[in-house]
């Protein structure tokens, strides 16, 4: 079973920064992709970013050039750096990781609990 546990969401004045982590842990076995997704109240869950484990990204088109999506291998970590943040980037922001696993290479996603985000004006 894999746990995906985020932190360093907050408050945040426009045109701050701030970084979110998430944390997995089990057994982590071949990564498909990892990635960041937010939702705001009666809004469906859209993406923010996504990443290969072949290093490639991808971006929405409102955050593109000012999130980046990274990862630390050596502690299972997967970060996702804001900066120029605007009042509409406020949301509950979600880690998701998607595992190969087996000969099948059956393809199993994981959802952290989602980390508060709030931007001021």
């Known amino acids: 079973q894999v746990q995906l546990v985020e932190s360093g969401g907050g408050l945040v004045q426009a045109g701050g920064s701030l970084r979110v982590s998430c944390a997995a842990s089990?057994?982590?076995?071949?990564?498909?992709?990892m990635g960041w997704y937010r939702q705001t109240p009666g809004k469906q869950r859209e993406l923010v970013a996504t990443?290969?484990?072949?290093?490639?990204?991808n971006y929405a088109d409102s955050v593109k050039g000012r999130f980046t999506i990274s990862r630390d291998n050596t502690k299972n970590t997967m970060y996702l750096q804001m900066n120029s943040l605007k009042p509409e980037d406020t949301a509950v922001y979600y880690c998701?990781?998607?595992?190969?696993?087996?000969?099948?290479?059956?393809?199993?996603?994981?959802w952290g609990q989602g980390t508060q985000v709030t931007v001021s004006s």
């Open positions: 089990g057994s982590i076995s071949r990564i498909n992709t």
């Open positions: 990443a290969t484990s072949g290093g490639t990204t």
């Open positions: 998701n990781l998607r595992l190969l696993s087996g000969a099948n290479l059956i393809l199993t996603t994981y």
